[in-house]
């Protein structure tokens, strides 16, 4: 994990210095994007998971030139880490996220951001989450990338991961 954060901040670096564009949704106009996921679980989550990857897609929609709202779905795994003292390993999770969200440019390229919404846990039985998630990111006219805090609760189990998503986008 510590490496794909490095060659996430690496790229970043990179893009920085070659593009100096705005922000990626102008006013009125929509934008699509493609994403991968890097997740590191906290909480009751890293009980039994050290890592999980996803795939999301996002639209968004230029309420202003440093304004936007998003709409993000995808798909989460969180993959089942080894039961101490035997040779089993817990179960993956899956998650189909489902959020509404707001970036707010505060600078050339750079975003805060937070979305709200369900997380729809795919195993036998699973639970639908409330999501609350806050993050930072960087983006040009092409490139996404942003680092995020995710909470899932609901039912008495409440779990976290902290997500580094890199994502190509384009307009609509």
């Not at 990857?53 to 996002?58: D, F, H, K, P, V």
């Not at 969180?78 to 039961?83: N, Q, R």
């Not at 975003?111 to 036998?124: D, I, N, Q, W």
């Not at 989450?129 to 189990?157: H, M, T, V």
């Amino acid at each position: 994990m510590t490496k794909l954060i490095a060659a996430a901040f690496t790229a970043a670096a990179i893009f920085i210095g070659t593009n100096a564009n705005a922000q990626s949704t102008p006013k009125s106009a929509l934008r699509f994007g493609i994403g991968l996921e890097g997740l590191a679980p906290v909480g009751n989550l890293h009980d039994g998971s050290n890592i999980g990857i996803g795939g999301t897609a996002r639209l968004q929609y230029g309420l202003a030139d440093n304004l936007a709202l998003t709409l993000t779905s995808g798909y989460y795994n969180f993959f089942g880490k080894k039961i101490p003292g035997t040779d089993e390993n817990y179960d993956n999770l899956g998650i189909v996220p489902l959020k509404a969200g707001i970036k707010a440019f505060v600078s050339q390229n750079i975003y805060l951001g937070a979305e709200v919404g369900a997380g729809f846990e795919t195993r036998s039985n699973g639970n639908t989450k409330l999501i609350a998630s806050p993050g930072i990111g960087w983006a040009n006219q092409s490139w996404d990338i942003g680092a995020r805090y995710e909470n899932f609760s609901g039912q008495s189990n409440n779990y976290g991961t902290v997500g580094l998503r890199i994502a190509y986008g384009f307009g609509l």
